[in-house]
């Protein structure tokens, strides 16, 4: 993929972040890019499920607009205070070390940033409401997939077909690596 090979400097911090803390889950650079670009096209509020050490968050804030706001939730505290730091002097970042359902009435959100590896928490069912109309919704983690119904270790994947399928969004899925995919949901 074409992209420059440099780091936002935010982006580089909350690397160094995460290797300091022995963190190795966390954004990948394509997926990255891509959260940067969308950030660039919101206002409002913005919001992370899951910071880790702050790499996605990092990403976001490398595209922010002024005037927006990203609110970021990490339920492990370690994990949330090294993010904490990156952005310390940051009005437009807010890391909280909580629950990402501390966020439920935040929002409505301009877009949301949502790691899959609890696929409960990054249904439609659960997140559709904290979601403005036109309102973008980015999950990534996901092994591309080239077949109907979308497949996944040999099995339906169930959170990629619900999310693909349900009427309240608009959506689909973006290979960012020849490894790698991302879903992208607008809500209508």
């Known amino acids: 993929m074409s992209a420059p090979p440099d780091l936002p400097p935010i982006v580089s911090r909350a690397f160094d972040v995460s290797r300091r803390a022995g963190y190795v889950s966390f954004c990948r650079n394509e997926t990255g890019r891509l959260l ?108 591309p997939c080239e077949f109907w119904p979308p497949i996944t270790g040999g099995r339906v994947d169930v959170l990629r077909e619900t999310w693909l399928t349900d009427e309240r969004f608009t959506a689909v899925e973006v290979m960012v690596a020849p490894d790698a995919a991302v879903l992208l949901a607008t809500r209508r």
């Not at 096209?41 to 002024?66: D, H, K, N, Q, Y």
């Open 36 to 143: 940067a670009a969308l950030a660039a096209t919101r206002s409002g509020i913005m919001a992370e499920f899951g910071t880790g050490c702050g790499v996605g968050t990092a990403w976001l804030r490398s595209g922010v607009r002024p005037g927006a706001h990203i609110l970021s939730a990490e339920l492990d505290p370690t994990l949330a205070t090294a993010a904490q730091d990156i952005f310390t002097d940051d009005p437009q970042v807010e890391v909280l070390a909580a629950d990402w359902s501390t966020l439920r009435n935040k929002g409505p959100y301009s877009l949301l940033f949502l790691d899959p590896s609890v696929p409960e928490d990054a249904s439609a069912e659960a997140v559709a409401d904290l979601v403005e109309p036109g309102g973008i919704v980015v999950l990534d983690d996901f092994t």
